[in-house]
């Protein structure tokens, strides 16, 4: 984790946006309360990691898959197994997609709460 930490540090000096959201079931999983926990450091480095109950997120109209977005330009789809293997990542090039990911991000980040507030809000304590 260092190696990632380092490279956040340095690319944020340079000017480079890292965020994003995650949206998690409540009552927490042990998984999402260790993201939690690593956010934490990745927020320290320069990232800013927010968070959204998915009750929240389907409320406003999110939509129930993950995806990463670079640059505001490039879609990524990530696709999971019934077990929520990852399977990978579809790169989707379709302008009028990207652009309704790019809503789906803004809102989504609208209404995200930033990492230490939503760990008092759950009561993690001192995660």
């Known amino acids: 984790m260092q190696s990632w930490l380092d490279m956040l540090r340095e690319a944020t000096a340079k000017g480079r946006r890292f965020a994003r959201v995650r949206v998690v079931t409540s009552p927490l999983t042990d998984y999402s309360r260790f993201g939690v926990w ?12 927010r968070y959204l109950t998915r009750d929240k997120a389907e409320a406003v109209g999110l939509p129930n898959h ?6 505001s330009r490039k879609l990524v789809r ?6 929520d293997a990852f399977l990978g990542g579809e790169v989707v090039e379709d302008p009028a997609e990207i ?5 789906w991000r803004d809102a989504a980040w609208h209404h995200a709460v930033r ?4 760990a008092a809000e759950q ?3 001192r995660l």
């Open 38 to 49: 690593c956010a934490q450091f990745t927020n320290g480095a320069g990232e800013d990691i």
């Open 66 to 71: 993950d995806y990463w977005l670079f640059d």
């Open 78 to 83: 990530m696709h999971f197994d019934d077990n």
């Open 99 to 103: 652009v309704k990911h790019n809503y």
């Open 115 to 118: 990492r230490d507030d939503f």
């Open 123 to 125: 009561d993690l304590g």
